[in-house]
């Protein structure tokens, strides 16, 4: 949600986001109303994620994720781990970018913050095939571009 703002903005008034550092007060304010309004915490009630057959959903619901990446790569944001270390795989394979998986991996707003620290989300699966349904329009980001799903 908070890039889509701050990407729909400065599409908008481009004039307005000529210095980096105006460019990240807007985005820290954007982001700390979207972390009072909470914005993102009713998640699974607006979406279906079904890998391999496996609904998701529930799982979701449960452990209160406001953010689900889909991954099949290791690294993302900035050279991030967000499916963790190779060591700490108990239940799951090992993350490669060539095994034709999809890893899928969930995050509350305390997790998301701790990945730029060396923290990581929720292993939810790794599967070779994910149908994410949305029952109302959200904000995402395809390969870091900003957009809405519908």
């Not at 781990?81 to 108990?90: A, Y």
Request: aromatic share 8%; net charge neutral.
């Amino acid at each position: 949600h908070v890039t889509l703002e701050f990407h729909e903005s400065r599409e908008a008034k481009p004039e307005k986001f000529n210095s980096r550092f105006r460019n990240k007060m807007f985005y820290a304010g954007t982001a700390f109303s979207d972390f009072i309004m909470r914005s993102s915490k009713d998640l699974a009630k607006h979406i279906k994620v079904v890998c391999d057959g496996t609904d998701l959903t529930s799982k979701i619901q449960d452990l209160k994720l406001q953010c689900i990446v889909f991954l099949n790569i290791p690294r993302y944001c900035a050279g991030t781990v967000p499916w963790g270390n190779p060591g700490e795989h108990h239940d799951f394979e090992p993350q490669r970018h060539d095994d034709g998986c999809i890893e899928v991996i969930g995050f509350t707003m305390a997790s998301l913050a701790a990945l730029h620290v060396g923290g990581h989300g929720e292993r939810l699966n790794q599967c070779r095939e994910v149908t994410l349904t949305t029952y109302k329009s959200i904000p995402m980001q395809v390969d870091g571009e900003p957009c809405k799903l519908a």
